[in-house]
């Protein structure tokens, strides 16, 4: 077994990081480590949170984690967003919360950019989701915000997704992209201190009263003020809930499965992105070909089968 893999395994938050920055960096390293760890994970609950900007996401992720560390889980923290308090762009208040939590041995958070293609996950994610898992935390939280492909994406990755909403915006189901609203197992109204919460939460319940209509799970709806603690032990139920709900029905292997067919196909992506844009000879010949396209002496389609011919025989 590769030295930095068996490291991971133990929950050796130096090594943890350090692989998820080869990974990041598609390094040659992290690949075997990644084959080494692949057997020891699937234990972890990973949950996805998605929600409009200024949500209170990550406050929620904050006091969530202070919930399962009481009760001596371990917590991962991926937060896809560079805005994100992870990574310093909230206020001080919340940072400090944070900062509790970052020096916690039983808490490990990351923050990425989303670098992904069109705007969708960062390939990464599948891979810092498997390091965490392998390295022992029971819950892995992935965050991302309401916008561009990535939040349509986490479902993907996530047993259990979370869509948040706050009071306030008018209609509140408008205020998030279409398609959205469609990935929640869980609806949160967070902010609940705030006034127009019973108009948000009834117009979530007229939604999920026409999409859950004649299923045999209805789409549960938490009101949380995370900032004042409250809700977040229900929200925890509930979570704990949908995760028993997905093992007792084959939906939990039909959701790993989709995970895992979302990472085989960004490998295999990204192996042939590199392949054929990166390797010093191909570079080359694409570029060739760009121009041959510009002077019409060629077309694209002849192009793109005269390089995939080179892969495909
Ligand atoms: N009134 C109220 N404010 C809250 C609550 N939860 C969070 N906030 C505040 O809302 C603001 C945004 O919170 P974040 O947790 O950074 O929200 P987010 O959804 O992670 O934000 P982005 O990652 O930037 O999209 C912060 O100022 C929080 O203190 C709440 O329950 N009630
Ligand atoms: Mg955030």
Redesign the pocket.
């Known amino acids: 077994m590769n030295a930095l893999a068996s490291q991971v395994l133990k929950g050796d938050q130096r090594s943890i990081a350090r692989l998820i920055t080869l990974a990041e960096n598609s390094d040659i390293l992290a690949s075997q480590a990644m084959k080494d760890i692949h057997p020891h994970t699937g234990h972890a609950h990973v949950i996805g949170i998605t929600?409009?900007?200024?949500?209170?996401?990550?406050?929620?992720i904050a006091e969530l984690t202070s919930e399962y560390r009481k009760k001596g889980l371990q917590v991962g923290i991926i937060?896809i967003?560079p805005?994100?308090?992870f990574s310093g762009?909230?206020?001080l208040?919340?940072r400090i919360r944070m900062m509790e939590l970052a020096t916690d041995d039983g808490v490990f958070i990351r923050s990425m950019g989303t670098r992904g293609m069109l705007g969708g996950l960062t390939s990464a994610v599948y891979d810092v989701v498997e390091i965490l898992d392998a390295s022992g935390k029971d819950v892995v939280f992935v965050?991302t915000?309401g916008v561009g492909q990535a939040e349509v994406d986490v479902v993907k990755i996530a047993d259990t997704t979370l869509v948040?909403l706050v009071p306030g915006l008018g209609d509140a189901i408008q205020t998030i992209k279409a398609g959205v609203m469609e990935i929640a197992d869980i609806y949160v109204v967070?902010?609940?201190?705030?006034p127009g919460v019973e108009q948000t939460e009834a117009e979530l319940q007229s939604l999920v009263d026409i999409s859950c209509s004649g299923k045999d799970r209805q789409i549960p709806i938490i009101k949380?003020?995370?900032?004042?603690h409250q809700g977040i032990i229900e929200l925890v139920n509930e979570m704990e809930r949908h995760q028993k709900y997905l093992k007792k029905s084959r939906l939990f292997d039909t959701q790993r499965r989709k995970r895992y067919e979302a990472e085989l196909v960004e490998i295999i992506r990204k192996r042939l992105m590199n392949f054929i844009f990166d390797e010093s000879t191909f570079k080359e010949k694409v570029e060739i070909l760009i121009d041959q396209i510009s002077k019409k002496e060629l077309d694209p389609y002849t192009a793109a089968d005269e390089i995939l011919g080179k892969i495909i025989k």
């Open positions: 929600g409009v900007m200024g949500s209170g996401k990550s406050t929620l937060a967003d805005t994100s308090p762009g909230a206020l208040g919340d965050e915000v948040v967070n902010k609940a201190d705030r949380t003020a995370a900032k004042e």
